[in-house]
Nanobody
Framework: QVQLVESGGGLVQPGGSLRLSCLAS????????MSWYRQAPGKERELVAS????????NYKDSVKGRFTISRVNAKNTVYLQMNSLKPEDTAVYYC?????????WGQGTQVTVSS
């Protein structure tokens, strides 16, 4: 069955770094645009970054540009989100999403907390 499993979240101090991973299974990963979303308490889920099927093009939310980097390794069925210079406002549950045509799959999320 289709699975997206995120990992790498945790508690980090402001200015610190984390790398999130999302391991996909049950579908042809290389055919899917992959994205990272996040949802803070009381707020709507928002797009953080996305990457095309071959990794040739990326897109970022303005507030994370220059700090976050999305990447993928199709041979490993994995998409990553490198997060540097983290701020308290980056605190949220981070989700990965796979989309191809009308098909969309979501992971279960991983908590990122930025606090001193």
């Amino acid at each position: 069955q289709v699975q997206l499993v995120e990992s790498g979240g945790g508690l980090v101090q402001p200015g610190g770094s984390l790398r999130l991973s999302c391991l996909a299974s049950g579908f042809t990963f290389s055919n899917y645009v992959m994205s990272w979303y996040r949802q803070a308490p009381g707020k709507e889920r928002e797009l953080v970054a996305s990457i095309t099927t071959d990794g040739g093009s990326t897109n970022y939310k303005d507030s994370v540009k220059g700090r976050f980097t999305i990447s993928r390794v199709n041979a490993k069925n994995t998409v990553y989100l490198q997060m540097n210079s983290l701020k308290p406002e980056d605190t949220a549950v981070y989700y990965c999403k796979a989309k191809a045509g009308s098909l969309t799959f979501w992971g279960q999320g991983t908590q990122v907390t930025v606090s001193s």
